[in-house]
């Protein structure tokens, strides 16, 4: 019996749920989304893409999967080397394909941790600031495209004000102005080594903002990367398809779904259906998948990483 008096069989049963749920309604609202469009129209629209757009935006792939472990060997303090950095970003990108909202890429702290001597708590602290770096530097692209659009929208101003916010609250999150916040009882075990590591990070301005530049341009990149593959569908201008992008990429965020299949789905043919057909839109959805997909192929052969024995020590 658990803990909680429950039979084991029936403890699994409910774990095989959880994890099934996001997968079946990834499914269903793709289903419902390509039945709703047409099959044909998706796959003409997709067969009549503009191959050079297309191709550029697939090779886009490898510049920025190198760049995020160029930035994840550096936040390390270079204590891994770049083909270590980017196994853990490629397997990472796998586990993203099966688990909700980027948990593969928190896993990352339990190979840090049994093969690389980092203590437990700071590798968590570690793949957490990863993390809202990536957001910060999303929603900062995101805000400057979004109110470079003005008010000839709404939608996109109000997306606007909302993506500002939050960008507001990470800086503050990640800003040496982080230790004077209260910590949640929930999570104080862990307050010293996240102000240790915001300490270290602002140890040396230079490096910190040059990290944080480099982030911007890294998501500079993979909004431009959605603008080419909606480029090659349509002609789509390329500010407002990487406001689009922002507001599509941060639905496809929610836990709801695996690796935002569905839930970014049915955004990008709200955000985009200004310049593309639905068609075109759910194209574009499947594009947009491929380059979450490409980096989880990729890394299939490093899976094993989060599951290898520690090795033993002298």
């Known amino acids: 019996m658990s803990e909680a008096g429950e039979p084991p069989g029936a403890a ?28 044909g129209a998706i796959l003409a629209a997709a067969a009549d893409a503009r191959p050079e757009w297309l191709l550029g935006g697939l ?33 990472a990108s796998t586990l993203n394909l099966f688990l909700p909202s980027k948990m593969g890429d928190l896993a990352k702290a339990w190979v840090l941790e049994r093969h690389h001597g980092f ?5 968590i602290s570690l793949v957490v600031f990863e993390k809202l770096l990536d957001l910060l530097a999303l929603l900062a692209v995101g805000a400057v495209t979004l109110l470079a659009m ?18 507001i609250v990470l800086c503050l999150a990640i800003s040496p102005l982080a230790e004077r916040v209260p910590v949640p009882r929930l999570l104080g075990g862990f307050a010293a080594e996240w102000h240790g590591l915001i300490r ?57 779904t695996i690796a935002g299949i569905g839930t970014r789905d049915l955004a990008i043919v709200f955000f985009f259906g200004a310049w593309l057909s639905p068609a075109q839109c759910a194209a574009l959805g ?25 090795e033993a020590k002298a």
Do not use: C
């Open 12 to 39: 699994r049963r409910a774990g095989w749920f959880k994890r099934a749920l996001p997968i079946a309604i990834s499914l269903a609202l793709v289903t419902a989304l390509w039945w709703r469009v047409d099959v």
């Open 150 to 167: 003005g008010p000839r929208d709404p939608v996109f101003l109000g997306g606007a004000g909302l993506v500002t916010a939050g960008l």
């Open 119 to 123: 203590e437990r708590k700071f590798a």
């Open 200 to 256: 270290w990070f602002w140890s040396r301005p230079g490096r910190a903002l040059g990290t944080i530049g480099f982030s911007l341009l890294l998501w500079a990149g993979h909004l431009a990367q959605v603008w080419m593959f909606a480029h090659a569908l349509g002609p789509v201008p390329l500010v407002p398809a990487m406001g689009a992008a922002t507001l599509s990429i941060i639905v496809g965020l929610l836990p709801f």
């Open 286 to 310: 499947m594009l947009v998948t491929l380059r979450y997909v490409l980096p989880a192929v990729a890394g299939l052969p490093f899976v094993n990483d989060y599951w290898r024995p520690a």
């Open 59 to 91: 090779l886009a792939v490898l510049p920025l999967t190198l760049g995020i472990a160029l930035r994840f060997k550096w936040l390390t303090g270079a204590a891994i080397g770049l083909p270590i950095t980017a196994r853990l970003i490629l397997a």
